[in-house]
T-cell receptor, first 114, second 112 residues
Framework: KAGVTQTPRYLIKTRGQQVTLSCSPI?????VSWYQQTPGQGLQFLFE???????NKGNFPGRFSGRQFSNSRSEMNVSTLELGDSALYLC?????????????FGPGTRLTVL | GENVEQHPSTLSVQEGDSAVIKCTYS??????FPWYKQELGKGPQLIID?????GEKKDQRIAVTLNKTAKHFSLHITETQPEDSAVYFC???????????FGAGTRLFVKA
């Protein structure tokens, strides 16, 4: 089974721009979660989508948004980029494996805001 | 708010020794406790997880214990090898929706 894929792997943007990141979950998984990872703040939960609906949300400003499509692929959008948005953005695919729910991460998208 | 504390932040052991990482969580509704290993330039990789209905789980050299009353859980790695060197994250969440709160991470160094 193919793992979680994220595109692009690297992005460089300037302040004020917007960016869209993409995540394709493991086949059959219906949950996609997004996390921001920075050296200072660690791994922070952004939001989770399940069957095209946002099921959980972390404490991030409204500039961070997401959506999920009918094929479970998900996109995350960040508008009006700030320097502090520079981070590794990780997507995690969640589903049932061996009878229990499990979550797997993709390789991440490294976003640099100049 | 919900919080997961992880200790130590850095751990250095000699090859062949054991390593123990400890975490505590605050949300009593948490019922899913995964552990991830992250190597440089890669996303976190799930290495083991435990549900709240069991107190211990083992997979070869890795074991996790959970004490729901005290709200703490631990990762034990025995017979450590240099390739175990990485950052390890504990997490607590609810599989009713994957809102998982992560600890700050432990950087493990295994010296050959």
């Amino acid at each position: 089974k193919a793992g979680v894929t994220q595109t692009p792997r690297y992005l460089i943007k300037t302040r004020g721009q917007q960016v869209t990141l993409s995540c394709s979950p493991i086949s059959g998984h219906r949950s996609v979660s997004w996390y921001q990872q920075t050296p200072g703040q660690g791994l922070q939960f952004l939001f989770e989508y399940f069957s095209e609906t946002q099921r959980n949300k972390g404490n991030f400003p409204g500039r961070f948004s997401g959506r999920q499509f009918s094929n479970s692929r998900s996109e995350m959008n960040v508008s009006t980029l700030e320097l502090g948005d520079s981070a590794l953005y990780l997507c995690a695919s969640g589903g049932t494996s061996g009878g229990t729910d499990t979550q797997y991460f993709g390789p991440g998208t490294r976003l640099t805001v100049l | 708010g919900e919080n997961v504390e992880q200790h130590p932040s850095t751990l250095s052991v000699q090859e062949g020794d054991s390593a123990v990482i400890k975490c505590t969580y605050s949300d009593s509704a948490s019922n899913y406790f995964p552990w991830y290993k992250q190597e440089l330039g890669k996303g976190p990789q799930l290495i083991i997880d435990i549900r709240s209905n069991v107190g211990e789980k083992k997979d070869q050299r890795i074991a996790v214990t959970l004490n729901k009353t005290a709200k703490h859980f631990s990762l034990h790695i025995t017979e450590t090898q240099p390739e175990d060197s990485a950052v390890y994250f504990c997490a607590a969440g609810d599989t009713g929706g994957f809102k998982t709160i992560f600890g700050a991470g432990t950087r493990l160094f295994v010296k050959a």
